[in-house]
């Protein structure tokens, strides 16, 4: 690290200097920068989605392409991981705070194999933000753990992620056995990560592709109205 690195006061940037430097410092794997930048940020009264999408987000982007390109390795990759981690750490109860009633129940897993979990939680703490009881399974979930848990919980909505070409054919193995066990509709499945698109979710049989958190965020409560339309009007038919 420079010296001029070292003297940096992160609290006497600019704003937009400061998002700038903390992409460098997701990108060299600083923690505890990253926190100082976030709370600077919260301070200046940005919102917290606001920090997480402009600031972390973007800075786990620039450390993909260069990921993607072997400029950058998986020991760094993995202290950026951490760096972003301990940054959505502080916005995870910021996000978390409406105290809405709870809209309904998701459970969420990344597909066996697969151990990518970023993406995962940003899309559990922003469910979370918006009302919604999560049940997380975590990373590299065979198909057994997902009908456990769904038995267990009882969620309206099933999440998968999967960030490698290489398991998000696996997400295709968890809906054909919920056919299989004749419970495919009592849950909407929702799937997302960065090498799925809209067509490999319908030719997987899931019912939605969410591009990103805030995008699942929208479809879970698309999903909830319909289910809630169509209770009432099994109701309404019964009475
Ligand atoms: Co990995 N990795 N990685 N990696 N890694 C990728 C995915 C890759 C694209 C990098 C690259 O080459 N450019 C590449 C995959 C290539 C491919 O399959 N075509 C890759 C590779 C190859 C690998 C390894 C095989 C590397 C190796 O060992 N040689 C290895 C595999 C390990 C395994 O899983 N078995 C590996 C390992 C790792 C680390 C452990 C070092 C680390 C993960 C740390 C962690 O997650 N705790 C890591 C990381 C960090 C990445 C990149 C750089 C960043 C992923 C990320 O966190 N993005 C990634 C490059 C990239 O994606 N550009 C890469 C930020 C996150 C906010 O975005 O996860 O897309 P994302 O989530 C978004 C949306 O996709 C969506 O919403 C999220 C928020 O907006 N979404 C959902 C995601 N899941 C959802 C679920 C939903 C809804 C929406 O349910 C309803």
């Known amino acids: 690290m420079g010296e001029?690195?070292?003297?940096?006061d992160l609290a006497t940037l600019s704003d937009d200097e400061l998002v700038l430097q903390m992409h460098d410092d997701?990108?060299?794997?600083?923690?505890?920068?990253?926190?100082?930048?976030v709370n600077i940020l919260l301070g200046r009264e940005w919102e917290p989605y606001g920090v997480l999408t402009k600031a972390l987000v973007e800075g786990m982007r620039?450390?993909?392409?260069?990921f993607r390109d072997g400029i950058l390795f998986v020991p760094e990759v993995l202290m950026a991981?951490?760096?972003?981690?301990?940054?959505?750490?502080?916005?995870?109860?910021?996000?978390?705070?409406?105290?809405?009633p709870k809209m309904g129940k998701m459970l969420i897993g990344?597909?066996?194999g697969d151990i990518h979990d970023i993406g995962k939680n940003l899309v559990t703490m922003m469910m979370e933000g918006a009302g919604f009881e999560v049940i997380d399974i975590g990373i590299n979930n065979p198909v057994e753990n997902y009908l456990e848990a769904i038995e267990e919980h009882q969620p309206d909505i099933l999440g998968m992620s999967a960030l490698l070409t290489t398991t998000m054919p696996y997400m295709k193995v968890v809906i054909d056995a919920l056919v299989e066990k004749g419970i495919r509709s009592d849950i909407d499945v929702l799937v997302?990560?960065?090498p799925?698109?809209?067509?490999?979710?319908?030719?997987?049989?899931?019912?939605?592709?969410?591009?990103?958190?805030?995008?699942?965020?929208?479809?879970?409560?698309?999903?909830?109205?319909?289910?809630?339309?169509?209770?009432?009007?099994?109701m309404a038919g019964n009475g």
């Open 62 to 66: 620039i450390v993909g392409v260069d």
């Open 81 to 100: 991981a951490n760096a972003m981690k301990a940054g959505m750490g502080i916005l995870k109860p910021l996000l978390a705070e409406t105290g809405a």
């Open 192 to 194: 997302g990560g960065a």
């Open 26 to 37: 997701l990108y060299d794997g600083l923690a505890d920068e990253i926190v100082e930048g």
């Open 196 to 234: 799925l698109n809209e067509a490999f979710a319908e030719s997987i049989g899931a019912d939605h592709y969410c591009r990103d958190a805030a995008m699942a965020v929208e479809t879970a409560k698309e999903c909830m109205s319909r289910r809630q339309g169509s209770a009432a009007a099994e």
């Open 110 to 112: 990344t597909v066996k």
């Open 4 to 8: 001029e690195e070292q003297d940096l």
